[in-house]
């Protein structure tokens, strides 16, 4: 914008007159009202979001340090035990695959054959089919554990 578009001399006339600036053009009302930056309601819900996120801070702030720390302490330790859980359950798995395979080795069973009655048992059990308890080794609680995660478990075992 140069400087003869924001300036204006307006000449004195007999009548001492004062004329109105010309409009801007129809891009430029575009461009200023861009520039006016959010609308009220914006501005009070951005508002609104800021004053909930100092009232959560200050919730923090407003304890005790030590029990601040506390909480991470036991956030750390329930993070450590789920990580030990996970290691644990990991090991048992290769483990049970190991003897699986060797099993079906000695029977002359291939891999692909193992895996195959793996999903179909895996399947068995997600679709409720098999309930039985295997001699004590599997509680109702832990088909029960199952059951509430099963949609997120049928995407494991997908077969193709």
Same mark, same amino acid.
């Given at each position: 914008?140069?400087?003869?578009?924001?300036?204006?001399? %307006?000449?004195?006339?007999?009548?001492?007159?004062?004329?109105?600036?010309?409009?801007?053009?129809?891009?430029?009302?575009?461009?200023?009202?861009? &520039?006016?930056?959010?609308?009220?309601?914006?501005?009070?819900?951005?508002?609104?979001? $800021?004053?909930? *996120?100092?009232?959560?801070? &200050?919730? +923090?702030?407003?304890?005790?340090?030590?029990?601040?720390?506390?909480?991470?302490? *036991?956030?750390?330790?329930?993070? $450590?035990?789920?990580? =030990?859980?996970?290691?644990?359950?990991?090991?048992?798995?290769?483990?049970?695959?190991? +003897?699986?395979?060797?099993?079906?080795?000695?029977?002359? %069973?291939?891999?692909?054959? %193992? +895996?195959? =009655?793996?999903? +179909?048992?895996?399947?068995?059990?997600?679709?409720?089919?098999?309930? %039985?308890?295997?001699?004590?080794?599997?509680?109702?609680?832990? $088909?029960?554990?199952?059951?509430?995660?099963?949609?997120?478990? =049928?995407?494991?075992?997908?077969?193709?």
């Amino acid at each position: 914008m140069s400087l003869k578009d924001q300036i204006q001399i %307006v000449p004195a006339n007999e009548q001492a007159a004062f004329a109105a600036p010309p409009e801007p053009p129809e891009p430029a009302k575009k461009a200023k009202a861009a &520039d006016a930056g959010p609308t009220l309601e914006e501005a009070l819900a951005h508002n609104e979001r $800021l004053a909930e *996120k100092i009232e959560a801070l &200050d919730a +923090v702030l407003a304890k005790p340090l030590s029990e601040i720390l506390a909480d991470r302490e *036991k956030a750390d330790e329930a993070a $450590l035990a789920w990580d =030990r859980f996970g290691a644990m359950w990991m090991l048992s798995q290769r483990a049970m695959r190991r +003897v699986a395979l060797d099993l079906a080795a000695q029977l002359g %069973v291939s891999e692909e054959e %193992v +895996v195959a =009655r793996a999903m +179909v048992n895996a399947n068995a059990v997600l679709n409720g089919a098999d309930e %039985v308890d295997l001699g004590g080794t599997v509680a109702p609680a832990q $088909l029960q554990h199952i059951a509430r995660h099963r949609n997120f478990l =049928r995407k494991q075992f997908r077969t193709g």
